[in-house]
Nanobody
Framework: EVQLQASGGGLVQPGGSLRLSCAASGFTFDSHDMSWVRQAPGKGPELVAAIAKGSVTKYLEGSVQGRFTISRDDAVNTLYLQMNNLKSEDTAVYYC???WGRGGSRGQGTEVTVSS
């Protein structure tokens, strides 16, 4: 059974930082592209970042370029999203998926709230 457990969210002030983690199990992690998807209240899911197997290719959505970094540690089957200079528009539930994009399996998300 594929399991994707995101953690690390919380309440942060604008300009603050958070590091999200996604612990993966039930599939061969290092053979899969991985992504972070977010869904803000009242909006559809949005691809935020993606990383190819072997970390050879990375994608960041335009509004997070220069602020977010995606990475992975295949030794511990974990995906990361370092988020700096957070803005109110980053408020959403963040999920990880085991494909490049919004499809695939999507585990339990972690909520990020950016507010003063």
């Amino acid at each position: 059974e594929v399991q994707l457990q995101a953690s690390g969210g919380g309440l942060v002030q604008p300009g603050g930082s958070l590091r999200l983690s996604c612990a993966a199990s039930g599939f061969t992690f290092d053979s899969h592209d991985m992504s972070w998807v977010r869904q803000a209240p009242g909006k559809g899911p949005e691809l935020v970042a993606a990383i190819a197997k072997g970390s050879v290719t990375k994608y960041l959505e335009g509004s997070v370029q220069g602020r977010f970094t995606i990475s992975r540690d295949d030794a511990v089957n974990t995906l990361y999203l370092q988020m700096n200079n957070l803005k109110s528009e980053d408020t959403a539930v963040y999920y990880c998926t085991n494909v490049w994009g919004r499809g695939g399996s999507r585990g339990q998300g972690t909520e990020v709230t950016v507010s003063s």
